[in-house]
């Protein structure tokens, strides 16, 4: 059995998440952590400002109403772990500290769900600023459930020849051997060489969880696009240039893309 | 877990240390890839210059009847492994590194799930002397935890996980659960290590009470007050057929759950199998 938290703002939630957390239930034991957060880091407050023109905050935090939908989305989550049979747990942590709270309560779970329809949607589009410094800060690997999503069919593999990626790869194995069955996909970017680095260790280890994976070279990661309509709904896993330069990551195009496109399952884990 | 890199030196391997690789494999039905590291130091006679002035050493030859023996002799420690090895029926592959074993173990770390390592492993007595134990350094380096292997067969009916509240050590423990998902019934103890001795130890039980239940049936915590260190080696001295976690190996950056020099102290003085890894 693994521990799941889902990490939700205290006035945004919705039971999108469920499909995939039901899926999962089918072919293996989990426990899953609601972990409800403040609209807002008062101890960070200046450095994430609310973005003009995004829905903002519906209610004022820390007002009756505030309390009010908390209360209601707690009663929801319950509601629905209930229906699926999901044993469960309800973290309320709103207290004015967002990020302390996201690395303490992901230091003691196996993956945290992040719904990136609905995180911080006041501070901008995915992936906004609180979205990177949780996926930056987290303490273990996260998968970001797309809005409009359907649930994964594949598993595609990035692979930069980095400590990181391998890291990410590695990771996702132990923690989802249960999708060794799905279509898998190692693809290594590059635009200028055809050799995949350290290809025969790389390969020995890849066959003894995969059997069946494909080994594919990328040229231009901007046209993922049309790459990704021959490997329909894929499960994305993606590492960082090392955890301090998670942001570094982030700014190149390519990731920042997928989370903005909102229609791909992204596992994401770094040291 | 699927791969495990298992060092080995030919010229030291004795019948009783394939007996807990031979126990990891049939506990996790891995493939067991042996990496025979050696010592690639040639045997040399010195030259001295001859001068009064700087008389110290300025080239050496290779003394070829000494290599050729020495050679001769690794060949056939090497025969009389893998026939030990048959006899006591495991099943593995043989890779031969040449070159610096610590950086070819590092490389196959990253294709690696797991590397198990004898605590004694050496090639060199002289030339360790220099440059500080192998073992400690595959440690601090490896992209993949390490389990170190006592001198005698042990088991695992036991699970201790030390724990000081900090990210290294739960990274251990749950490297280790996901490697070994097959223990789950195994007791485990939580070993607190209270490094500030503070009056209210912040535990943080509701969480980690909620990821052990997760994942194991019976489980205990203790908390070691006092002068850590001693208390630990007070604590694992005795132990046998216990498996140890521990996070964080001899990487400055991230908190260590001890002071520079305890894991060392732990390394040579305990006899139990030790799991080592760090984020």
Redesign the interface.
Known sequence: ???IILVFESIHYNNESFDFIEALRKIEDI?V?AVFLSPVDYTSVWAFPVVPGTSGLPVTPGSPESEELLQKHMASFKAKCAELNIPF?VHNDVNGVVFEQVR??S????LMFIHTGLFYAAFGEQPNDYLKEVMHIA??PVVLIPPRGTLPQSIVLMYDGS?SS??AI?QFA??FPVLKSLTSTLIYVDHKSDEIP?QS??K??MY??YPNIQFEIMRDEKNYHSWFQNHPNPFIVTGSYGRAAIVEFLKKSFLTDIINDQQYFVFLAH? | MNKVLWLVNPLQVTEMEIDFPKYIQELTHCNLLCILLENNFYETLPMYTGDPMFPAVDFSVINSTLNEEAIQRSDNARHAFVEMCGKKGLQFSIHNDKGNPVTEVVKESRFADLILVKNSLSFNAAFEELSGNFVKKVLGKSECPVLVVPDDHQVFDEICFTYNGGYSSLYAMRQFTYLFPDLKDVPVTVLFVDEKNSEIPVIHEKELKEWLNAHYSNFSFKILRGDVETELLVEMMPKKNMIVTYGAFGRNNISRLFRRGSADKVLEMIDIPLFITHP
């Not at chain 1, 230091?107 to 196996?110: E, H, L, S, V, Y």
């Open positions: 059995m693994k521990k426990f952590t747990a303490l309560e230091r003691f779970a196996d303490e273990c400590e391998m890291f590695r132990y923690i350290d260790k790389l020995e280890w003894s969880w040291k």
